[in-house]
């Protein structure tokens, strides 16, 4: 099963803190990019089907060991909130769902209460997220499906995910990879990017490229290497300006040099954890917490 996602999600940055066991091993990024040998466009445009497999899985494995505390991050705490989070952050980032839904889910803690709420009044709270119309009629009408056809509780099989208003194959997978266990493949725009940076397809197509990089892993891993994947395009390998010269995958990236390759120039463009900047989670899993990174402000502070 391979999930597809097309919001952006959000980030983070350093605190103090203690470390965990294996994030205390860890050599800063700059660090790691300073003592490896970088050649440009390393790969070979006629690489074989077996180097390519051998190439992307060194690259996840590289990336398991830079973050270490990976997470989906949309705040949930269930697989209702989960739904509705997914559902909003079409459009926007993951930071302003995560500053959205606590008002959300304090007003309308369960399908029953969101399925009886005033639209009105939900498109006020969903104001900042942008679409705000549209979002209220579909996170009212999921939760009125959820209690007419479901009893009240999330499905946890795909045919009957896509059923639920607003819900399509995307939201449904991301639910089912992340609330239920079940592996799923995230291709929202920063994996696209980097995938196609990587050369690990030259497809468009959101669904040719589930299939393409789903068919170098193991099922095992499709859903933390999409974690991964997507931490690292928003913390290092940016859309605009990647900092090639920090990035601990340089010497197997066929795109270096498209950044910033000086390592002092490219620490500067670190963002989040690594680069001094609060992440999307205000609540986030301990893990990322005890590495360093600081949890994002409410809706409205600062």
Same mark, same amino acid.
């Given at each position: ?47 074989? /089907? ?25 705040? =949930?705490?269930?697989?209702? &909130?989960? +739904? ?29 209460? #969101? ?15 942008? =679409? ?9 009408? #999921? ?17 009957? #995910?896509?059923? #639920? ?7 449904? =997978? ?17 994996? &696209?990017?980097?995938? /196609? ?15 393409? +990089?789903?068919?170098? =892993? ?15 395009? /928003? ?27 000086? %390592? ?15 992440? &999307? ?13 600081? %949890? ?7």
């Amino acid at each position: 099963m391979v999930v597809r996602r097309d919001s952006a999600v959000g980030e983070q940055n350093p605190a103090g803190g203690k470390k965990t066991a294996k994030a205390a091993k860890k050599v800063p990024v700059k660090a790691v990019a300073a003592a490896r040998p970088v050649k440009a466009n390393p790969v070979k445009k006629s690489e074989s /089907r077996t180097s390519l497999v051998r190439r992307a899985r060194r690259i996840n494995r590289e990336l398991a060991e830079v973050y270490p505390y990976a997470h989906p991050e949309l705040d =949930f705490e269930n697989p209702f &909130q989960l +739904v509705v989070a997914t559902v909003l952050s079409a459009q926007t980032t993951d930071l302003r769902v995560n500053q959205t839904t606590p008002g959300l889910f304090a007003k309308y803690p369960t399908p029953e209460d #969101l399925a009886a709420a005033n639209p009105e009044e939900v498109e006020e709270i969903l104001r900042p997220t942008g =679409f705000f119309r549209a979002k209220t009629k579909s996170v009212t009408g #999921l939760s009125k499906a959820l209690v007419e056809q479901f009893g009240g509780e999330v499905p946890g099989r795909l045919e009957d #995910l896509v059923k #639920l208003p607003g819900v399509g194959r995307k939201t449904a =997978f991301v639910v089912l990879g992340n609330a239920f266990g079940r592996p799923g493949i995230t291709v929202d725009t920063h994996f &696209q990017r980097l995938v /196609r940076r990587w050369q690990w397809t030259d497809a468009t197509d959101p669904d040719k490229i589930e299939a393409a +990089v789903g068919a170098l =892993f193991p099922k095992s891993e499709w859903t933390m290497l999409s974690h991964r994947v997507i931490f690292h395009g /928003r913390r290092i390998c940016h859309a605009r300006k990647p900092a090639c010269g920090a990035c601990p995958i340089a010497p197997l990236c066929p795109a270096y040099g498209e950044g910033e390759t000086d %390592p002092e120039k490219a620490q500067k463009l670190l963002k989040y954890e690594k680069g001094g900047f609060p992440g &999307q989670r205000l609540k986030p899993p301990q893990a990322y917490l005890d590495a360093g990174g600081k %949890p994002a402000p409410p809706l409205g502070a600062g």
